[in-house]
């Protein structure tokens, strides 16, 4: 099963309101990371959280972390019609050894709709 | 370059015949990575490299699938006996080698097998 799994599946919000995605995960991870991706194809980088921290902001982005329930969740406040996207959270479970070898596990996304 | 370039960006191919796709990517990034999104689903891990280390290649789907990454930068996905199920879009990223760097998505792959 899915490392990361997102809650909702989709979502549909107005433009101005706030959109809140969670994320959960099973193993002990070393960061968190959430993407964003539009129209199938590439993804974007939005945010990092390492294991240590419990909150991160980035402009309009607030990412929380607790470890404790192994779950995330990233709120898009004042929304806006370009928020439209598909967001997935990425954990990475770091088997450091020597160097680094790890690969990030993805979710199956949230689907964010914000209509004008 | 500036960003991870993949090619083709689409392609349409017949079923039983062989593929490959390319990638390039962010110069300096000593990790590789290729992943496949069917419609609508996550991203699936298929193979990592990093470096001179063996490759992971834990997520290939079977042995039709192969990659190697020549010279430490530009990868090739090989799909061998292409199969309507391997329709999806493959994704190459890159990163610089530590834990906790971002990972850089090109633009994918979208391959279809008719």
């Known amino acids: 099963s899915q490392q990361g799994e997102e809650d909702p599946q989709a979502l549909s919000i107005q433009e101005g309101e706030n959109a809140t995605m969670n994320c959960s995960y099973k193993t002990s991870i070393n960061n968190l990371q959430w993407y964003r991706q539009n129209s199938g194809r590439g993804l974007v980088h939005l945010i990092l959280?390492?294991?240590?921290?419990r909150e991160k902001h980035s402009g309009r982005l607030r990412v929380t972390l607790d470890t404790s329930k192994k779950s995330s969740s990233l709120l898009i406040t004042a929304s806006r019609a370009a928020d439209t996207a598909s967001y997935f959270c990425?954990?990475?479970?770091?088997?450091?050894?020597?160097?680094?070898?790890?690969?990030?596990?993805f979710g199956k996304g949230t689907l964010l709709t914000v209509n004008p | 370059g500036a960003g991870v370039s993949q090619s083709p960006s689409n392609k349409v191919t017949e079923k039983g015949k062989d593929v490959e796709l390319r990638c390039d990517p962010i110069s300096g990034h000593t990790a590789l990575y290729w992943y496949r999104q069917s419609l609508g689903q996550g991203l699936e891990f298929l193979i990592y490299?990093?470096?001179?280390?063996?490759?992971?290649k834990s997520g290939l789907p079977s042995d039709r699938f192969s990659a190697e990454r020549t010279g430490g930068s530009v990868s090739t996905l090989t799909i061998q006996r292409t199969q309507q199920e391997d329709s999806a879009v493959y994704l190459c990223?890159?990163?610089?080698?530590?834990?906790?760097?971002?990972?850089?998505f090109g633009e994918g792959s979208w391959l279809t097998v008719v």
């Open positions: 490299f990093q470096g001179n280390s063996a490759p992971d």
């Open positions: 990425a954990t990475d479970e770091g088997r450091n050894s020597g160097g680094s070898n790890y690969k990030l596990t």
């Open positions: 959280i390492r294991s240590n921290e």
């Open positions: 990223a890159s990163s610089l080698v530590s834990s906790g760097n971002t990972i850089y």
